[in-house]
């Protein structure tokens, strides 16, 4: 179910931070729901409030049944591009060496 508290009460930053990923083509829902507890359907509802209608539509046509936003159908390949900096759902910080 859709809680549509969770999706009111995230600030201007991580909403704006979350549609920045799921305009990513290489990011998978699964990476937006590790980091903001927002799952595919949530993430859904929430582009819909924030975007305007024209680039709603052009963001679920690009996002609709691309296998790089699902992460079991990604294929194993599309890991090889992961820059060797970047720590898995790190908040998107490198870490200090």
């Known amino acids: ?3 549509k508290e969770q999706i ?3 600030s201007e930053r991580d909403t704006d931070r979350i ?3 799921a305009w990513e083509d290489r990011t998978p829902f699964d990476a937006i729901e590790a980091q903001f507890c927002l799952a595919e359907p949530e993430v859904i509802v ?3 409030r924030s975007l305007k209608p024209a680039s709603w539509r052009r963001w ?3 996002v609709q049944g691309r296998s790089t936003k699902h992460a079991l159908k990604a ?3 599309m890991h090889r591009f992961k820059s060797d900096r970047q720590r898995s759902i ?3 910080r490198i870490s200090k060496r």
């Open 1 to 3: 179910m859709i809680e």
């Open 8 to 10: 009111n009460t995230l």
């Open 19 to 21: 549609i920045e990923m």
């Open 46 to 48: 929430l582009m819909r």
């Open 60 to 62: 679920r046509a690009r």
């Open 75 to 77: 294929s194993a390949l």
């Open 90 to 92: 790190s908040r998107n």
